[in-house]
């Protein structure tokens, strides 16, 4: 099973902030993801890569950026925090067939 | 476009039920599908995977069905308990390597 960190769990900002959320995985695993949930909402593909100096959008438009120059590190950034937002930022690298999930940082722009 | 639908989007039982979890797909070129457990305000934990080729995963009290012909899989519950309650995801898993996601199944096991 992949062990998947990210940081911070909760999030309060203001509107105008620039904001990075973390995420890591010490498995080695070349594809991570990361993916955007409204609350009651299904998750959306916002952001993937497949290895280092990879990265792609994904389904959903996001005004987030990515970044993967180490292969345990994906972290996404907001330059320009706004109300819109907020909501739940997943984490996600593929071991195998299967796919493993971080806990999640719940953002709540101001 | 693949689209993934659950049903219900919500169900409460009584502790000790066997209970279904219904979802389908559009799209039956899929790699895998996945099912994963959603506790509040948390992330995602693994239940079963099924690859395309299989019909069938079993975990402890769970079994996972897939009818990739007609685009459907089952999540069977054996004996719920309260520890149970969560969310209940389907994801399917195209060929391009994406996964899709269903709205979910909110699940209450009353004690």
């Known amino acids: 099973e992949a062990d998947i960190y990210q940081t911070p769990r909760y999030l309060v900002i203001g509107t105008g902030k620039k904001i990075t959320l973390e995420c890591s995985q010490t498995?080695?695993?070349?594809?991570m993801y990361w993916y955007q949930q409204d609350p009651g909402m299904e998750l959306h593909l916002i952001h993937y890569s497949y290895g280092v100096n990879s990265t792609e959008k994904g389904d959903l438009s996001s005004e987030s950026t990515v970044s993967r120059i180490r292969t345990e590190h994906f972290p996404l950034t907001l330059e320009s925090a706004r109300p819109s937002h907020t909501s739940q930022y997943l984490c996600?690298?593929?071991?195998?067939?299967?796919?493993?999930f971080g806990p999640g940082t719940r953002l709540t722009v101001l | 476009k693949q689209e993934v639908t659950q049903i219900p989007a919500a169900l409460s039982v009584p502790e000790g039920e066997n209970l279904v979890l219904n979802c389908s797909f559009t799209?039956?070129?899929?790699?895998?599908l996945q099912w994963f457990r959603q506790d509040p305000g948390k992330g995602l934990t693994s239940l079963l995977l099924i690859q395309s080729s299989q019909r069938e995963q079993t975990s402890g009290r769970l079994n996972a069905s897939l009818d990739k012909s007609s685009g459907r899989s089952t999540l069977y519950i054996a004996a719920s308990q309260p520890g149970d309650s969560a969310t209940y995801l389907c994801?399917?898993?195209?060929?391009?390597?994406?996964?899709?996601f269903g709205k979910g199944t909110k699940l209450t096991v009353n004690p």
């Open positions: 994801a399917v898993r195209s060929l391009s390597e994406k996964l899709v």
């Open positions: 996600a690298s593929i071991f195998g067939v299967e796919q493993f």
């Open positions: 498995m080695g695993h070349d594809k």
């Open positions: 799209d039956s070129a899929i790699y895998n």
